[in-house]
Every structure is written in C-alpha cells, then in structure tokens.
C-alpha cells in the first residue's frame, strides 16, 4: 500500500531564507507528483506537477525535483515571503483511475 | 470562473440526519473525486467516477453514497450522518486519471455532526 510521508511536519523560518520541504513515498510505480498548498480554511491550490518521467518542475519561486527510484520528491522555495505561510500537501498518484494518496503535509510559518 | 463548485459551504447536522453535498464542475473533466480531511489524517479518498454514470469505492467509502447521473456533477450522499462523519469534504476533479493536466479541488464543505 503506498504511503506518503512529510518531514518536517512544521516549519517556521525568518523571512527571505531559502528552505526546502521533504515528501518519501514508499511505491516507485507513479504516474505522477503533485505539491499542492492550503491556507487555512481553504480548499487546495495545485502549486507543481511532476510527470513520473520528469526530473523537476519549475514555477516562480518554487522548484520541485522528484527521484522516483529512491521515492523522494523535495519543494524549494526562495526567498521565501509571510505571504507564502500555509500548509503544503504532496501527493502521488499510482492508479489509471487518477486517485491520489497524500501526506499529512506542512505547516510552513514565514516570520516578517 | 471555470473551476469545481461546491454546496453548501458549511452544514450542521444531528445524528441520524441524511443530506447530500453536490458537487459541480464546469471543465468538462472526465474524471471526479471525494476526499475528506481529517485532523491527523490527511486526505482520504471517500469515492471516485471516471465518467458519467460510474461510481467506485475509495478507501473509506462506508457511510456514504455517490451519483454521477450528469458529467458535470457528483453528488456524495449521507443516508443516516454519524459524528464519526463530522470532517471537510473536498470534491476534485481532473481531464484524465493520467492527470496530464493535474487535479482541481473546490473549496470544501464542513460538516458537523451532533
């Protein structure tokens, strides 16, 4: 049964400092990566897909890498802004019915 | 705006109470989810449709039954709520199961159960 794992489950960092969050899946076989973000209250906001077949996906400030042979998958953000404050979700997804199977996420605090 | 829609925003129900959450989605994707979340738990997949007409079960579908009689719509139904049932239910949907094109959710309901 695949299982998605998030370190660390809480974060909180001065603003303008680089960081990277960390997502380890335990089945290689995916379709594909995705990191979404959540601000509280909200619903989901899909931040970066990655094919199984890609390396990394780039948006702005944010770059995700996946490493589908080791199950690991990592979300850069630079520079980072109180604005990006939320929790971020990875999730995979391994069937053809395009389910997805998510971490329990973190919590990111970006402090002015 | 194009996107998922869901209604209502908020419900609280008592015990042994049934309602429905719909869902609607304006992106002609073929493919449409219910997850809720839970504290501690993350998201689970409650029920899912890879088309009009179809439903199959997710990893926690006890409790609730789906219909998907339009392709725009998904309809998740509590017969008789339980406060095991009080959570945030997320509808989604996507072009494919591929997803070439990714997910979209809508904004969530959150039900209570008394």
């Known amino acids: 049964k695949q299982e998605v794992t998030q370190i660390p489950a809480a974060l909180s960092v001065p603003e303008g400092e680089n960081l990277v969050l960390n997502c380890s899946f335990t089945d290689s076989a995916i379709y594909n990566l995705q990191w979404f973000r959540q601000d509280p209250g909200k619903g989901l906001t899909s931040l970066l897909l990655i094919q199984s077949s890609q390396r990394e996906q780039t948006s702005g400030r944010l770059n995700a890498s996946l490493d589908k042979s080791s199950g690991r998958s990592t979300l850069y953000i630079a520079a980072s802004q109180p604005g990006d404050s939320a929790t971020y979700l990875c999730?995979?997804?391994?069937?053809?019915?395009?389910?997805?199977?998510f971490g329990k996420g973190t919590k990111l605090s970006v402090k002015p | 705006n194009a996107g998922v829609t869901q209604t209502p925003k908020f419900r609280v129900l008592k015990t042994g109470q049934s309602m429905t959450l719909l869902c609607a989605q304006d992106?002609?994707?073929?493919?449409m989810y219910w997850y809720r979340q839970d504290p501690g738990m993350g998201l689970r997949l409650i029920h899912y449709?890879?088309?009009?007409?179809?439903?199959a079960k997710g990893e926690v579908p006890d409790g609730y039954n789906v219909s998907r009689l339009k392709k725009q719509n998904f309809l998740l139904g509590l017969e008789s709520a339980a406060p095991s049932q009080t959570s945030v239910y997320f509808c989604a949907s996507s072009y494919s199961g591929q997803q070439i094109y990714g997910y979209t959710f809508g904004s969530g309901t959150r039900l209570t159960v008394v």
């Open positions: 449709s890879v088309g009009e007409g179809t439903t």
């Open positions: 992106m002609n994707h073929e493919y």
């Open positions: 999730a995979v997804s391994g069937g053809s019915q395009g389910n997805l199977i």
